[in-house]
């Protein structure tokens, strides 16, 4: 069974309490994402200044999962944690991927 992100670090993130909806279920795994963008991270760090069409391609496809809002707040999520993983990044990066039309729903959440 698939443990969405929030839902498994509830404390990690702020929340206290009982998850309102223990039966959730990611539509991806933590994995299957770090994979899609393992091509974004010149583009997190400011290595290159825009992302390879690897990486947005990556993107799009585990975007493409998200059909509801909580899917959206649980890849936001997921991707926040992914590239703190490998260090310093600049979050306005990750946004500027949504910026450009790959991941368009989630500036808002990040």
Same mark, same amino acid.
């Given at each position: ?10 404390? +990690? ?17 933590? !994995?299957?994402? !770090?994979?899609? *963008? ?7 760090? !400011? ?34 944690? *992914? ?12 946004? +500027? ?14």
């Amino acid at each position: 069974m698939q443990v969405s992100v929030v839902s498994a670090n509830r404390n +990690l993130i702020g929340l206290r309490g009982p998850d309102p909806d223990d039966s959730y279920i990611a539509p991806f795994l933590v !994995r299957d994402v !770090r994979g899609a *963008i393992s091509e974004c991270r010149p583009f997190f760090i !400011r290595m290159d200044p825009d992302p390879m069409p690897s990486c947005c391609a990556g993107a799009k496809s585990i975007a493409e999962l998200t059909k509801t809002k909580r899917d959206e707040k649980e890849l936001c999520m997921c991707l926040r944690y *992914i590239v703190q993983l490998h260090g310093p990044y600049d979050p306005k990066r990750l946004a +500027l991927l949504g910026g450009n039309a790959t991941l368009n729903s989630l500036p808002s959440f990040i």
